[in-house]
């Protein structure tokens, strides 16, 4: 089956990418940069541990990189073969693996990704393409990033607004996505104060009292 992920990855950014220069895989870098501001502040992620899914050109780690954040280990995780080879080839330091996030479950039972390893997981971009199930399955990977993260997750939606009507994109009312998180977290933040048509919320594994 068709994923139309991959193929408006591949049709719309492989093609006009510079491969090997840093964020000019987006349209637009200074949103993109802005994005990764925000899901870095979950936590000061120097010495941490941290899985990236859906990590593109894994492009999280040379923006933090570029900040003075060092992390104690980076694995990135993308669907997209041609987005991984293109990865691995022009950035061989990074570990960038090509798996479905909803394959975490079987990995985890192979130890790749094995449970509590990495104290961050962050997604951005991972919820913006419209698919079958979008629901069902983003609350799926929502659920495995928090129970597999040793201290917390944060996550990236495009935010609903009645103006924007791209048919390839989800747009996501942010009050879907706390009830999915409220079931799992009592310590979370939402963050909705640096772009009209994004959001991004933190899960902390630490409960309130
Ligand atoms: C909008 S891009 C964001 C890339 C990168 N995180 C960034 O912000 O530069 C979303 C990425 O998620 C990947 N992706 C989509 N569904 C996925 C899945 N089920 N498992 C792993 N990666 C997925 C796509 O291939 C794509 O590279």
Not at 14 to 32: A, I
């Amino acid at each position: 089956m068709k994923n139309p992920a991959i193929e408006y990855m591949d049709k719309r950014y492989l093609n006009k990418s510079t491969p090997g220069k840093l964020y000019k895989f987006w349209g637009n870098k200074t949103v993109q940069l802005l994005r990764f501001k925000i899901l870095s502040e979950i936590d000061d992620l120097t010495n941490k541990s941290v899985l990236d899914v859906g990590c593109g050109l894994g492009e999280f780690y040379y923006f933090c990189k570029e900040k003075g954040v060092n992390f104690s280990e980076y694995v990135g995780i993308d669907i997209n073969p041609k987005i991984v080879k293109q990865a691995n080839d022009k950035f061989p330091e990074l570990r960038i693996s090509c798996l479905d996030v909803l394959e975490i479950p079987r990995d985890i039972m192979d130890d790749t990704l094995e449970k509590n390893r990495f104290d961050y997981i962050i997604a951005s971009g991972l919820f913006n393409f419209e698919c079958a199930n979008w629901d069902e399955r983003t609350w799926l990977i929502i659920e495995e990033c928090y129970k597999i993260s040793k201290l917390g997750v944060a996550i990236n939606f495009l935010r609903f607004r009645q103006e924007e009507r791209r048919p390839i994109a989800h747009y996501t009312r942010y009050r879907d996505i706390l009830e999915v998180v409220e079931r799992l977290t009592n310590r979370y933040v939402l963050r909705c104060d640096y772009k009209k048509n994004d959001f991004t919320v933190y899960l902390y594994k630490k409960q309130l009292r």
